[in-house]
């Protein structure tokens, strides 16, 4: 008799079952003769198939439970089959030393014993050339056999058969889902607390309070602000956060009657660029200080870029060098010739491993999340600030976790670990 | 025209990014593929924004040059790199030009393979090298012990280097006479210092990156929370109104 499980929910009781129902099948003959040669070898009792959990499809685990005491160096083959009684094909090895239910939380649980092994088969062998793939929605039968070291083989008199299919969720994710539906809801009750009461506290962002102080010099020694965007993409959030600042300096910009110019990497980045700063001229009311050739393409190249920004730098000698967004290598570069050129500094970057260059070398430095936060404080905006408010005190609650998870797990209760460990 | 402006972008951040959060717990194949075909489109949209920028790019430098303006004749130099690449690209990998006449001696060296191993490489690791000089201005500029965290930083620099070269050790042979090498010396020199590394490594320096990684991760959920919900709007120009 087979199985053929289609449904996981919950998942441990579906392979309990599967194992319950995984009984011996007539067709393929334990040779018991080679078997006794195998001295103190157990050949496995059972065998399940079911879907693969969590996937996109074309996957099958098969399940059997371990031998207590294999011979060393002994494999097991799994066998398929789209016939009950064959012919049968090569899924897949594994060692008697190979992974057990255990080792996937993911798949099987926390929960799940060490007795059982599995494998995956995505597809089998028709010849030793070519191999089928698993299909969707198709019935596939699995059998096992043992191959000792000495080349000898054991069929298992045992099979059972499955369907592969694809999931609709991926249930290792459900922690994360959940923890993010509570950051969203937490977020957007700030947001409405933000909206009935709109003198939200934020603390003092010394980065961003210098943004106007940089662009009054500027404008006091009648020289250009220069604004580089680091070198990731429009997908990046530190991009999208640097374009929210782009945006309030063009303004301010504009109002000051002063130069900026927007350098950039990424046409896409360029692109929207452009029409952030054409924007926030118009929002100022000033369109005709608007020039198209100030937001510049410089080159997508890493070191091309940093070549072209320097030389500008070095030529024009701006005021100030707002350095936004995700840098690389090129961070030092460009921080250290807008040092030299005498500019003021200010760069925000969530990029870690280059903080510490902008921390020694630029005059002030927006870090990690504050670059996110930045549009909320620059403009003051009741809605945004709820939103930066219930980032705040998502932070807090993390904390919180983390302690109680240090504390807990101190004394050997890691269920708090579970629950935030990403399978 | 309000609505192609506003409404339109805000309603497309709100479908793709729904779309794009939803997408990261749905594994089958429909979501995945759907997923892989907006990174498509996506770098189409890319390609064609490269013409933008080639565009802003010329249109700069014929400014420069129309205008006279200080050192124009630079300018002049990116139309003969790029006409030159052109060409050479449009003549090798290309296959475009003059196919019955290869092999040539001109094909040998007037490739873009060519072009990127003995002009773009150079001029690349030439900019990456200035690293080194400019860490080394960094360097003395933060290491001048002014400040108590100054003088901690400069501390904790020193034990790094010292831990991760092997110039301790090559000192230590050199100029400590072999009368001066007691035990604790030469296991300070040879183990504690390499663990004093190991140990500002991975306890205080990772806690400060872990500590920043989470209020990165909360940040960046959050923004993406408010182009989302089109609470965010800078990034359309005009600020949140």
Avoid at chain 1, 37 to 46: I, K, N, S, T
Avoid at chain 1, 117 to 126: G, I, K, M, T
Avoid at chain 1, 178 to 198: E, S
Avoid at chain 1, 279 to 289: K, L, S, T
Wanted: net charge negative; aromatic share 12%.
């Amino acid at each position: 008799m087979s199985v053929a499980l289609r449904h996981k929910t919950p998942l441990m009781l579906a392979i309990g079952l599967s194992m319950f129902w995984a009984a011996p099948k007539a067709q393929i003959e334990a040779d018991t003769s080679v078997v006794s040669r195998l001295a103190g070898f157990a050949v496995p009792a059972d065998l399940a198939a079911m879907d693969t959990p969590n996937d996109a499809g074309a996957s099958i685990t098969v399940i059997w439970s371990k031998a207590p005491t294999a011979p060393a160096k002994t494999n097991y083959e799994v066998l398929v089959a789209t016939e009950p009684h064959g012919p049968w094909f090569l899924g897949g090895k594994l060692a008697v030393t190979g992974h057990v239910l255990s080792d996937e939380p993911a798949a099987f649980g926390w929960n799940a014993d060490s007795l059982r092994h599995f494998l995956n088969v995505s597809e089998y062998d028709v010849n030793s050339d070519s191999s089928v793939a698993i299909e969707d929605d198709r019935t596939y039968h699995f059998g096992l056999r043992v191959v000792a070291d000495t080349d000898t083989v054991v069929f298992t008199a045992l099979s059972a058969s499955a369907e592969a299919e694809a999931n609709w969720f991926n249930w290792a994710k459900l922690n994360s889902l959940i923890l993010g539906l509570a950051f969203t809801a937490i977020t957007l009750i700030m947001i409405g607390a933000a909206r009935k009461d709109p003198n939200l506290y934020i603390r003092r962002v010394a980065g961003l309070d210098a943004l106007d102080d940089a662009l009054g010099r500027a404008t006091e020694m009648g020289k250009a602000t220069f604004f580089v965007h680091g070198l990731d993409g429009m997908s990046s959030i530190s991009t999208i956060a640097s374009m929210n600042i782009l945006s309030q300096v063009s303004k301010r910009v504009a109002q000051f009657g002063t130069t900026l110019k927007v350098m950039n990497r990424d046409p896409i980045v360029h692109a929207v660029s452009r029409e952030t700063v054409h924007e926030g001229c118009i929002e100022a009311g000033r369109p005709d200080v608007y020039k198209e050739d100030d937001v510049i393409f410089v080159a997508p190249d890493q070191f091309a870029y940093a070549a072209g920004v320097d030389g500008m730098i070095v030529r024009e000698k701006p005021a100030a060098v707002l350095l936004m967004g995700y840098f690389y290598a090129e961070s030092l570069v460009f921080a250290e010739t807008g040092a030299h050129a005498g500019a003021i500094q200010i760069a925000g970057t969530d990029s870690f491993t280059q903080l510490p260059f902008f921390i020694t070398i630029c005059d002030y430095t927006i870090m990690g999340e504050e670059l996110y936060a930045a549009s909320a404080y620059l403009s003051r905006e009741p809605k945004l600030m709820g939103s930066i408010k219930g980032q705040d005190l998502g932070k807090v609650i993390l904390l919180a976790v983390l302690v109680s998870g240090t504390v807990l797990a101190t004394f050997g209760f890691d269920m708090l670990t579970r629950v935030f460990t990403n399978l | 025209m309000l609505f192609l402006r506003r409404t339109f972008p805000l309603i497309i951040a709100f479908v793709l990014g729904s779309f794009g959060a939803a997408q990261y717990y749905i594994p089958a194949p429909w979501s995945q593929a759907t997923f892989r075909d907006l990174v498509y489109i996506s770098r189409i949209v890319w390609t064609f924004a490269l013409f933008l920028g080639m565009y802003s790019l010329f249109s700069l430098h014929i400014g420069r040059m129309r205008r006279k303006q200080a050192g124009w004749g630079y300018s002049g130099l990116v139309f003969a790199a790029f006409g030159i690449t052109f060409a050479a690209m449009a003549w090798n990998s290309g296959g475009l030009l003059l196919s019955p006449l290869r092999p040539t001696e001109l094909d040998q060296w007037f490739t873009v393979r060519w072009m990127y191993t003995y002009v773009f490489a150079p001029c690349d690791a030439t900019m990456f090298s200035l690293l080194a000089f400019f860490i080394a201005s960094a360097a003395y500029r933060t290491f001048r012990a002014r400040t108590p965290e100054a003088t901690i930083l400069l501390v904790a620099a020193v034990v790094l280097m010292l831990g991760r070269v092997p110039a301790l050790a090559m000192l230590y042979d050199i100029f400590v006479p072999e009368f001066l090498r007691t035990d604790w010396l030469t296991s300070l020199v040879t183990d504690d210092v390499r663990q004093l590394t190991e140990w500002l490594m991975n306890v205080p320096n990772l806690a400060a990156k872990r500590g920043l990684l989470l209020g990165v991760s909360l940040g960046a959920i959050a923004t993406s929370l408010r182009i989302i919900f089109g609470i965010e709007r800078s990034y359309l120009g005009g600020g949140g109104d």
